[in-house]
DNA sequence: GATGACCTGTGA
DNA sequence: TCACAGGTCATC
């Protein structure tokens, strides 16, 4: 499931292989798909014909400008991914089958030249709309300052953890992401946000910026240190302790209870 | 801010 | 058969 690490691999495959492809048909076989009053009727109005002429992210949501001018929001949701000409950008994910499966396909663009870009999502947690409102999410998880996340962190009473996880507050992070950015920071994702310190919110600052770019090269959300342990009777890698298993912000949680307080 | 709901696939 | 899953949203 897509934490930004898969959406920007995924935006930047729209960006690579589906822009400017006039749009022939427009494929919106599910309804429950389509979010805030948009229907079939209406997306295939504003679609086809049309064309796709950029593509950008705020945390894992994807605006797809058209040449007409419409936004189109992608959301991939947990199991989601974009598939154009059948290719897949990145590798397999985790939880999610890789079969290509056309039952799972959601929602599709056809293009005039044969091609195609689809969404596909077993899950059907992803989400199609036009015009998203972009301001609904907090800055980007890539682009977030410390001024910011020191300012965020003072005036929120939830769980670190929590907080970070919050779209509103800082778009992008999943909880994969967050359980690898509090181990690096060793800062237990239950202490409440606004007792931070300052050295502490540093070095969140600088383990979220180095979770995404050591975990963006090695391909993904799932190849964190500790990432990769989630399993009962997991050890933390740094220094050997059973790790811990608890829910934080109603997500399940792995943390080292020797080296993160 | 915590909780449960949403929907469906996977693996024990 | 059941617990669980990396997302969001409404509701208390």
């Known amino acids: 499931m897509p934490e930004i690490l898969e959406v920007e691999s995924a935006r930047a495959l729209i960006e690579a292989r589906a822009l400017h492809r006039p749009i022939a048909k427009v494929h919106a076989p599910d309804a429950w798909f389509l979010k805030r009053g948009l229907t079939a009727r209406g997306v295939r109005a504003a679609l086809t014909g049309n064309q796709?002429?950029?593509a950008r992210r705020r945390g894992k949501l994807m605006l797809v400008d058209t040449a007409s001018g419409v936004v189109l929001g992608l959301h991939l949701g947990m199991s989601g991914r974009v598939l154009i000409d059948g290719e897949a950008a990145g590798d397999p994910?985790?939880?999610?089958?890789n079969r290509p499966e056309s039952a799972w396909h959601r929602f599709?663009?056809?293009?005039?030249d044969?091609?195609?870009l689809y969404l596909r999502d077993?899950?059907?947690?992803?989400?199609?709309?036009?015009?998203?409102?972009?301001?609904?999410?907090?800055?980007?998880?890539?682009?977030?300052?410390?001024?910011?996340?020191?300012?965020?962190?003072?005036?929120?009473?939830?769980?670190?953890?929590a907080m970070l996880m919050d779209q509103?507050?800082?778009?992008?992070?999943?909880?994969?992401?967050?359980?690898?950015?509090?181990?690096?920071?060793?800062?237990?994702?239950?202490?409440?946000?606004?007792?931070?310190d300052d050295d502490e919110v540093r070095r969140l600052?600088?383990?979220i910026r180095d979770t995404l770019r050591v975990l963006g090269r090695r391909g993904g959300s799932h190849t964190g240190d500790l990432t990769s342990q989630r399993e009962p009777g997991a050890h933390c890698p740094r220094d050997g302790a059973p790790l811990q298993r608890r829910t934080v912000g109603g997500r399940t949680t792995y943390s080292c209870p020797l080296h993160q307080h």
Request: contains cysteine; charged residues 25%.
């Open 52 to 54: 796709l002429v950029d």
């Open 93 to 97: 994910l985790l939880y999610a089958s």
């Open 108 to 112: 599709g663009l056809s293009f005039v």
């Open 114 to 116: 044969g091609g195609s």
């Open 122 to 161: 077993p899950r059907r947690l992803g989400a199609v709309e036009l015009d998203p409102d972009e301001d609904r999410l907090g800055p980007d998880a890539f682009a977030l300052t410390l001024a910011e996340l020191r300012v965020m962190c003072a005036k929120s009473r939830a769980p670190i953890k």
């Open 168 to 196: 509103s507050r800082v778009a992008g992070l999943g909880n994969l992401l967050c359980d690898e950015a509090l181990w690096r920071a060793g800062i237990d994702p239950t202490r409440t946000a606004s007792t931070l």
């Open 205 to 207: 600052h600088r383990a």
